[in-house]
């Protein structure tokens, strides 16, 4: 049983440009939440989807977008990155209809931005 | 206001040890939920142990027991009989009510010695 997987595992881009990272959910999960954890710090939350619409966001500019496909896998988009941009970006899994606390993380995808 | 402080930026532990890890959250919220989760340097998030607000008893999980104080919001982690796999960045993480994210703290770090 596969659990949560994101690619791509490393990335490096440059100051205004664009990325999309990518995250499958854990088998029999429908829920994707992303988070972004700047070096030394907690995760920070960005957003959840669900039934492919976002269902609640965090504290993020519009630069940060995202997608739910059927399947239930998600992809992050962020555009004009800025060096402050910059983390660990992890996803995780759960399901609407199993206990209400299991979230289960991958192990994230790392963003340089230079 | 930080609705998760993790007061001790880093603990060191003698093997076969037992380790407190303090964690003490804010909410107005009647109805939440506490996590504890384990990040070693690999940056994969591993789910160790979960306090809802009105189970009774602590939660326990193996070598894992959450120390629940409500009055005090507090909710401590235990690791008892620590083993070198322990070494880690531990997070203290709180859902509140209907909300779908995670608030997590700053985290400690714990190194286990031989």
């Known amino acids: 049983d596969a659990g949560v997987t994101q690619s791509p595992t490393h990335l490096i881009k440059t100051r205004g440009q664009q990325v999309t990272l990518r995250c499958s959910p854990k088998?029999?999960?429908?829920?994707v939440s992303w988070y972004q954890q700047a070096l030394g710090q907690g995760p920070q939350f960005i957003f959840q989807y669900y039934e492919e619409e976002e269902r609640q966001r965090g504290n993020f500019p519009d630069r940060f977008s995202g997608h739910q496909f059927p399947n239930y896998s998600s992809e992050l988009n962020v555009n004009a990155l800025l060096l402050g941009d910059s983390a660990l970006y992890l996803c995780?899994?759960?399901?609407?209809?199993?206990?209400?606390?299991?979230?289960?993380f991958g192990p994230g995808t790392r963003l340089t931005v230079t | 206001a930080q609705k998760i402080t993790q007061t001790q930026p880093g603990m060191f532990v003698q093997e076969k040890e037992a380790v407190t890890l303090d964690c003490t959250y804010d909410?107005?919220?009647?109805?939440?939920?506490l996590f504890w989760y384990k990040q070693p340097s690999s940056g994969e998030m591993i789910f160790l142990i979960y306090q809802g607000s009105y189970d009774e008893q602590n939660a326990t999980e193996g070598r894992y027991s959450l120390n629940f104080q409500k009055a005090r919001k507090s909710a401590n982690l235990v690791i008892s009989a620590s083993q070198l796999g322990d070494s880690a960045m531990y997070f203290c993480?709180?859902?509140?009510?209907?909300?779908?994210?995670?608030?997590f703290g700053a985290g400690t770090t714990v190194t286990v010695r031989a």
């Open positions: 995780a899994s759960s399901s609407s209809g199993g206990s209400s606390y299991e979230q289960y």
């Open positions: 993480a709180m859902r509140e009510g209907r909300d779908y994210k995670l608030s």
């Open positions: 088998s029999g999960h429908d829920t």
């Open positions: 909410t107005s919220d009647q109805s939440y939920g």
